[in-house]
């Protein structure tokens, strides 16, 4: 279960910290969803000035930031950080005008992955040695720069986010609109005719359907919205875990969880986005609750329906190919998945109930059935009550039934007693069934059945296929307005797990079931008594459910192919575990076992027939295996065994096909196998945690390199000499004049120009004119680019001291503002103007002017210099009534004191 963090308002006047976003009148833009975190290593983001070093450590889901629950207000009120913005604030006039994105850029102490501008591996630190930020990532596209200029520079401040490689299923903030709070909202008319009081009931009615938040979506053929139903408490609480994963992917207000008011509230907000798509996180019967709130809200254009199975059964999610549960496979790549599936139309039934009037119940049972619309299947008999004593069971024992194994081999036992028992072996006579007019009740007493299943889909009881399609009268399909009756005995039902089959009995469009006695009933998993009653079913409506692509991907010819020719490795669980962050370590771990050549046209399940025809020749495997994706993302990942049929050979490998094994057997290694082991002492290897999009939960997560090992990407500030270095490389530490060089080649490193450069803007200090002040005064950037080629100095000064840069950021042309500080030497940001003494800085904070000011913050202006009058850029914003940039100035204050303090 989520744990929200909350205090006493009423008492300490502190904003609730939440782990979900707030949907009331009292949300604010930027607020963090906090979640407590088990990390220790990773920085609290508060600052070392300002950080209190004690308390529990909380982690934001939607930033990844981390700080001490005591330092959480330290951050959001005096160092201003925010979370990344999931909504519009404004007006509701005001809602179309700006729709730009901006990146929303956090320092990373440590990263993982390469960066966008270099292409080089981000340095590796051990978080508890190292304070240094190498890096600068946004919370919304996932880029990462490193933190020096010539890769993070100061355009990238202003830059349009494009949110990445999930942009076409990412809901925009600037479509989530807050509405102003009753009241607020002022008419343009000066005068508006006075309205009759209505009564307090009709008041608290208004106030109870306002509402807080509206969705504006922008119409465009190109993106198709998901918002996504997660029930945390399916799968073992494995869905807590994956919302935290949703909210860092996706805007976080796109992702809901059940348990906080159902799906109605996603829903209603959503109902009018096209091309809307909705992934159900859960089990069948979440899936399910999404489609009963569907019809209830009467939505204009029915959202198509995807399933991530998380509960016991998902039968319906392995008919749509989403396979039997989640294992481990990475959020991102079921985002994909997501993005580019198939629309398909799911039949949906009805079941109207009614009693029995010429027969009293005979035992205590129930009026109606717990559901009235089946989506997967509808049974009565031995099935419904092993389901019904399996329900009991677990309320009873909540504790011993928190597996999936456990759960089978509840199932397993309570059907080997129903096989000795055959307690429903008359079901038959208790029983009269009607398909579309015709009775089948005497093919049913010719059968003898002891359960009566009318299948939807093909999918029974967590994966059997009762269908016989050969006995079949058509081929089944989940859109052709015909359900599938199977009948069932006791001896059928436990070979259902081993591939049998029922006795296919009819496909019908309608079917009516007369009950003279108490039998057990089961509507898709929710099993019940039912009394004698008269039961009709039909075709209530279609549901478009999303299923997985399946087939050859897009753009691929089905001409003949040659076959591949891979190598299998398999893989200890062991290793595994120990090292499933590291693609390379766990290839190195892998031991191969011989040679496969494959049709690149099959899938997984044709492929594990040859791999285990392979075994029985080559017994070096346990039987119990799985194969392992190992060149789709950054790590390895496991295939579910349900899913095997929807993935090829050439989705999961390259050269090398790996298997993974729950058990290990040792298997003698071929010489070629010696050569390429390495030497387990070279690392030193800790347990951790690693999300599956492949970014670490904390630097302490990240594997520490032994010192045999040379990292590639030394940091660059390790190759500047230092005057007073000894031969060893060592310098003293306690030297005020090494401090004041490391800082200045960290400035230098992160803002300045090449030696180079410098050079040669120094020749022509001697060469000013006055016409440089005048075109940067007019904003004239290709003139001003012209009196440079003639050799005109950009350090010209006019009587006053100001330069060219004073002028283009008092008059606010941020073109030429840009141009001056990528060409002109570092030092022309912090000079003084000789009657003020104000820099550039201050000429912009005093006119206003955001975007310069945010450009010459980020080329290294300096925030702490005070004009004549004593005053800073912020306190000149203060005086100019902008409020918003003196507060940024303020920020950006704190942070390069924390930066300074970090490297000192």
């Known amino acids: 279960m989520i744990t929200v963090y909350r205090k006493n308002l009423t008492e300490t006047g502190e904003r609730p910290l939440r782990s979900t976003p707030d949907w009331t009148e009292t949300a604010i833009n930027g607020d963090h969803l906090w979640i407590q975190t088990s990390v220790s290593g990773d920085f609290c983001y508060a600052g070392d000035a300002d950080c209190t070093k004690h308390g529990i450590r909380l982690k934001c889901s939607a930033c990844n930031v981390v700080a001490h629950q005591s330092c959480i207000n330290v951050l959001v009120d005096r160092v201003k950080f ?39 591996s981000f340095q590796s ?66 005068k508006s005719p006075k309205k009759r009081t209505s009564t307090k009931k009709k008041s608290k009615e208004k106030e109870k359907d306002q509402k807080t938040f509206v969705i504006k979506p922008i119409p465009s053929t190109t993106i198709t919205p998901v918002i996504v139903f997660i029930n945390p408490r399916s799968g073992g609480n494995q869905g807590t875990k994956l919302l935290q994963k949703f909210q860092w992917l996706l805007n976080p207000r796109q992702v809901f969880d059940l348990t906080q008011g159902g799906p109605k509230l996603g829903l209603e907000l959503f109902k009018k986005v096209p091309n809307l798509r909705i992934l159900a996180c859960g089990g069948d019967g979440t899936v399910g609750w999404v489609l009963s709130v569907i019809d209830q809200i009467g939505m204009p254009q029915s959202p198509a329906v995807g399933v991530l199975p998380l509960g016991t059964g998902n039968d319906l999610a392995r008919a749509l190919g989403w396979g039997g549960g989640y294992t481990d496979e990475p959020i991102s790549k079921i985002l994909s998945n997501i993005s580019a599936s198939e629309t398909v139309l799911l039949d949906r039934w ?93 093919k049913l007493k010719e059968l003898k059945v002891h359960a009566i299943v009318f299948l939807n889909i093909p999918s029974y009881g967590g994966g059997t296929h009762p269908w016989n399609r050969s006995m079949g009268a058509t081929e089944p399909s989940t859109e ?93 669980m062991g290793d595994y575990e120990q090292h499933h962050y590291d693609k390379e370590l766990l290839m190195q771990a892998a031991v191969h076992v011989g040679n496969l050549n494959v049709n690149p046209l099959a899938d ?89 999009e492949g970014s670490l939960d904390s630097p302490s997560d990240q594997p520490p390199m032994s010192p045999q090992i040379q990292s590639p990407d030394a940091p660059e500030e390790a190759a500047i000499a230092l005057p007073n270095q000894n031969q060893n490389g060592e310098s003293d530490a306690t030297s005020s004049a090494d401090v004041n060089i490391k800082l200045r080649s960290i400035t230098d490193r992160l803002f300045g120009l090449s030696q180079d450069s410098y050079n040669a803007y120094s020749i022509l200090l001697d060469k000013p004119n006055e016409a440089m002040l005048k075109v940067a005064k007019m904003g004239d950037l290709q003139m001003l680019k012209e009196l440079i080629s003639q050799g005109y100095s950009l350090m010209t000064r006019d009587s006053t001291g100001q330069t060219v840069l004073h002028y283009a950021a008092k008059h606010g042309h941020k073109d030429v503002v840009k141009y001056i500080l990528e060409t002109a030497p570092s030092f022309l940001l912090n000079m003084k103007d000789s009657v003020q003494g104000q820099t550039p800085l201050h000429k912009a904070a005093t006119y206003r002017w955001r975007s310069i000011c945010c450009m010459l913050v980020a080329a290294g202006a300096d925030l702490k210099l005070t004009d004549s009058r004593g005053l800073t850029p912020r306190l000149l914003a203060l005086q100019a009534d902008d409020h918003e940039l003196a507060a940024y100035l303020e920020s950006q204050e704190r942070f390069r004191l924390v930066e300074l303090e970090t490297v000192v």
């Open 82 to 120: 925010t979370c990344k913005p999931s909504f519009r604030d404004v007006g509701v006039r005001q809602y179309r005008e700006q729709t730009c994105i901006h990146h929303h850029w956090v320092h990373r102490r440590s990263e993982k992955g390469k960066c966008r501008q270099c292409g080089k």
């Open 125 to 190: 630190k051990l978080s508890f040695s190292s304070k240094e930020i190498v890096a600068l990532s946004c919370s919304w596209c996932k880029a990462a720069y490193h933190n020096k200029e010539s890769c993070f520079n100061l355009q990238r401040i202003g830059e349009e986010c494009k949110l990445g490689v999930h942009s076409t299923i990412i809901v925009p903030p600037s479509w989530i609109v807050k509405l102003p709070r009753k009241g607020s909202f002022k008419s343009s008319l000066r």
């Open 350 to 442: 009805s079941l109207n109930v009614e009693k029995n009037p010429a027969v009293e119940p005979n035992e205590n049972g129930k009026d109606n059935l717990p559901l009235n619309v089946v989506n997967n299947y509808f049974s009565l008999g031995v099935d419904a009550h092993i389901a019904l004593e399996f329900h009991e069971a677990r309320e009873a024992h909540p504790e011993k039934f928190n597996s999936r194994l456990r759960n089978k081999m509840f199932y397993g036992q309570m059907g080997g007693k129903d096989l000795l028992k055959r307690k429903w072996k008359g079901l038959a006579e208790f029983v009269t069934l009607e398909c579309d007019g015709k009775d089948m009740t005497p």
């Open 480 to 572: 052709d307005g015909l359900i599938e009756v199977v009948g069932l005995t006791t001896y059928q039902l436990p070979l259902l797990q081993a591939g049998g089959h029922g006795t296919c009995i009819t496909q019908c469009r309608t079917a009516k079931i007369v009950t003279s006695k108490t039998i057990p009933m089961q509507v898709d998993g929710e099993a019940c008594k039912l009394n004698p009653s008269i039961i009709t079913l039909s075709l209530l409506n279609k549901a478009t459910m999303l299923a997985k692509r399946r087939g050859p991907k897009a753009g691929v010819t089905q001409a003949a192919l040659d076959d591949l020719h891979v190598k299998l490795h398999r893989i200890s």
């Open 604 to 692: 997984l399940e044709q492929v594990r027939t040859q791999v285990n025809r392979f075994l029985e020749e080559n017994p070096c495997v346990t039987p119990d295996w799985c194969f392992v994706d190992s060149c789709t993302a950054e790590r390895f990942f496991r295939i579910d065994r349900a899913q095997e049929n929807i993935h090829y050979i050439s989705d999961v490998c390259c050269e090398n096909l790996y298997i993974l094994e729950t058990s290990t057997i040792s298997v003698p290694q071929t010489p070629e196998d010696e050569t390429a082991q390495p030497s387990p002492a070279h690392y030193i290897i800790p347990e951790m945690r690693i999300s599956d």
